[in-house]
Each structure stands twice: as structure tokens, then as C-alpha cells.
């Protein structure tokens, strides 16, 4: 166990729809991740948060945002799904800023229909 | 993009035997890092290695990274039935890549009691 929770574990929607996934980081751990898996693009870094904002932003869709709150949980944002939005959705978090070990959440798997 | 290249992509061997799976990656790197995900399930950090070292050992892991090749290893020694997983290399880049990682596209090994 990581310390890392993420829910729901499972999700299952329609296209055109809105969904919230919840993370919360391991105790002490100020930094946030989210990264996408899915089979044909792999492991993909989405957006970084640290203490509240936002660090970095990878591939991430103009229809998915995130947010990290006063308390350091975070949640993404997906909106107007599509079927190709269908993936394993990581939260991991960290200390800090510096390249350090980054520790992963089960995941949510996401489904659209 | 995959920064990443593991190989091979599958392993299979049997109890016992040593498991080598290997990364390259393109770009100058901060650190390296290896997880395993279990299938469909969350990952779990097994060990970092930084730019200016060689070798690291974790029990019955041993890392090499070359920063001339731009490649690392990972040889689990004394395999166990219980290690069959999908491996993957994970990359935290330069000063400007901030902290995220870019993940190679993963190698499974199979161990066969």
C-alpha cells in the first residue's frame, strides 16, 4: 500500500459526459501527478500539482482540468468523453519539488461507452 | 511520446532464473526509476538511480545505468513466480522537464513456477 487513495476505483459512462476522479496523496507529500495509461499510448504524464498549484503540464486535453485543494487532495476533470478517453487514470504523489520517487495510486479505471 | 524504449517486451523464464530487462531512453536525465504493475493495478516504486551513479542493489534487484548509452538494466535475480509483472522505466528529465516522468512501454515478465 502506497498511502496513496484514489477513488472511484471504476467508472463507467456514456460519451459526452463529465466525470470527477478524487486523489489523495500520501501524508506530508505536497506534490500531486496525474498520468493517463492507456493501451496504444502507454504510461502519459497529464498535469502536476505542488501545495496547491499547478507546476507542469504535459499532454493533458484542453476538455480535462485539475485542481489541488487547501488540503492536498486533488481531483481531474474530464468532460465531453469521448470513447478514446477509455484508460487507467494514476494519481501519485511526492515531497516535494525535487526529482524524487514518486509513489502511485491504484487507479481509476475508466470506461466510456 | 514514449521517451523509452524497453526490451525485450515480454520475458518469460522459470522460477529461479535471473530476469534482465533493459531501457533506453533519448534525452539527458535527472534520475531513472523502475516500477512494477501488477496486472491492471497500481505501480510500485522499486528503485532510483541517479545520473552520476553506476549500480544500485535492492535485495534482489540490481540497476546499471550508463549515461553514455543513455540505457539501464534491470536484473532480478533468483526469480519467484510471485515477480511475474510488467516492468517499466521511468525517466525524470532536466532542469526544465520539471519533475514528471516519461515512462518506457513497459516489459512483462512471466515467471513459471
Known amino acids: 500500500d502506497s498511502g496513496v487513495t484514489q477513488t472511484p476505483k471504476h467508472l463507467i459512462t456514456a460519451t459526452g459526459q463529465r466525470v470527477t476522479l478524487r486523489c489523495s496523496p500520501r501524508s506530508g507529500d505536497l506534490s500531486v501527478y496525474w498520468y493517463q495509461q492507456s493501451l496504444d499510448q502507454g504510461l502519459q504524464f497529464l498535469i502536476q500539482y505542488y501545495n496547491g498549484e499547478e507546476r507542469a503540464k504535459g499532454n493533458i486535453l484542453e476538455r480535462f482540468s485539475a485542481q489541488q485543494f487547501p488540503d492536498l487532495h486533488s481531483e481531474l476533470n474530464l468532460s465531453s468523453l469521448e470513447l478514446g478517453d477509455s484508460a487507467l487514470y494514476f494519481c501519485?504523489?511526492?515531497?516535494?519539488?525535487?526529482?524524487?520517487?514518486?509513489?502511485f495510486g491504484p487507479g481509476t479505471r475508466l470506461t466510456v461507452l | 511520446s514514449q521517451q523509452g524504449e524497453e526490451d525485450p517486451q515480454a520475458l518469460s523464464i522459470q522460477e529461479g532464473e535471473n530476469a534482465t530487462m533493459n531501457c533506453s531512453y533519448k534525452?539527458?536525465?535527472?534520475?531513472l526509476q523502475w516500477y512494477r504493475q501488477n496486472s491492471g493495478r497500481g505501480l510500485v516504486h522499486l528503485i532510483l538511480?541517479?545520473?552520476?551513479?553506476r549500480e544500485k542493489h535492492s535485495g534482489r534487484l540490481r540497476v546499471t545505468l550508463d549515461t553514455s548509452k543513455k540505457s539501464s538494466s534491470l536484473l532480478i535475480t533468483a526469480s519467484r513466480a510471485a515477480d511475474t509483472a510488467s516492468y517499466f522505466c521511468a525517466t525524470a528529465g532536466g532542469e526544465t522537464s520539471g519533475s514528471r516522468l516519461t515512462f518506457g512501454e513497459g516489459t512483462q515478465l512471466t515467471v513459471n513456477p
Open positions: 534525452t539527458s536525465i535527472n534520475n
Open positions: 501519485a504523489s511526492s515531497f516535494g519539488l525535487a526529482k524524487t520517487e514518486q509513489f
Open positions: 538511480i541517479r545520473s552520476n551513479e
